[in-house]
């Protein structure tokens, strides 16, 4: 267990902090168009199962507009990116509509990663070139990783309802609660840390909303791992299954933070 799960998962924690304090805000664009690049890599071959080639790649490209044009740091790009994203998906269906087998499979899926995949990683990009945007992701992750450790652990020692047994089976309301609980106190320590002029109270009131958000992300992929018939969305992160695996709560608690410093409600 500590070979193949507990010691990769410190090291990606790791390297993810490290990340976050030290490199620049282009080389995290980078790393995240990377993980968009696996990301929708994993989806497409759970969703729509292309086979590795030209269609691929295209599909993967066209989806990732969002992410690219992130670099930019200008919201309003996120439109025309997508409309792009629309434009290359129907060119996509048109010269290869004979080799899919029901061309509004690959319409609707490859729409809804583009905006699954590629539109919320764009705003992790957005909130990186914010003034405090890495300590803002910080307490992000803080969030995220304190959530999922919340909830294993109290799900396993004290959970006996349970939350989408359809879903994932392994859920409990228990263990969801104690989750947003967990994760929003670590959120508040790292706020406390790096983002000392804010109000804890603010900052605990803001992660209580992203840790229920960051539950429905990791249903999210649930629901698809489901119906593609899949236990991990890949095997690339060894005994961590795939980037979508690990990226799934911070997919839509993202834009949702974005959103609330944007708005100057943080």
């Not at 307490?139 to 959530?147: E, R, S």
């Not at 899949?230 to 795939?242: A, I, P, Q, R, Y």
């Not at 990226?247 to 949702?256: F, K, N, Q, S, Y």
Request: glycine residues 12%; contains cysteine.
């Amino acid at each position: 267990v500590i070979v193949t799960r507990l010691l990769p998962g410190l090291i990606m924690t790791a390297l993810w902090v490290l990340l976050l304090i030290f490199g620049p805000a282009d080389l995290f664009w980078f790393v995240v168009t990377l993980i968009a690049v696996f990301g929708l890599y994993e989806y497409y071959k759970m969703t729509i199962a292309i086979p590795i080639g030209a269609r691929l790649i295209q599909t993967i490209v066209f989806t990732l507009s969002p992410v690219l044009v992130a670099y930019f740091q200008r919201p309003e790009l996120f439109m025309p990116a997508l409309f792009v994203s629309l434009i290359g998906i129907i060119l996509l269906s048109l010269k290869y509509h004979k080799r899919f087998g029901h061309i509004l499979l690959f319409l609707g899926f490859s729409s809804f990663g583009a905006l699954y995949i590629g539109l919320c990683l764009a705003h992790m990009v957005l909130i990186r070139y914010l003034p405090q945007g890495a300590s803002w992701l910080l307490v992000l992750t803080a969030v995220t990783a304190g959530g999922d450790t919340g909830a294993y652990y109290i799900g396993t020692n004290f959970g006996r309802r349970k939350l989408c047994p359809e879903i994932s089976p392994g859920k409990t309301v228990e263990g969801a609660v104690g989750g947003i609980l967990v994760g929003s106190i670590a959120a508040v320590g790292m706020g406390m840390l790096l983002l000392p002029e804010y109000n804890p109270s603010v900052i605990f009131a803001s992660a209580l909303m992203l840790s229920v958000v960051s539950i429905i992300g990791d249903l999210a992929e649930s629901v698809i791992k489901r119906s593609a018939g899949v236990k991990d969305s890949g095997t690339l992160l060894f005994g961590h299954g795939g980037v979508l695996d690990r990226v799934d709560g911070m997919l839509i608690t993202a834009p949702v933070l974005y959103y609330l410093l944007a708005l100057g409600i943080l």
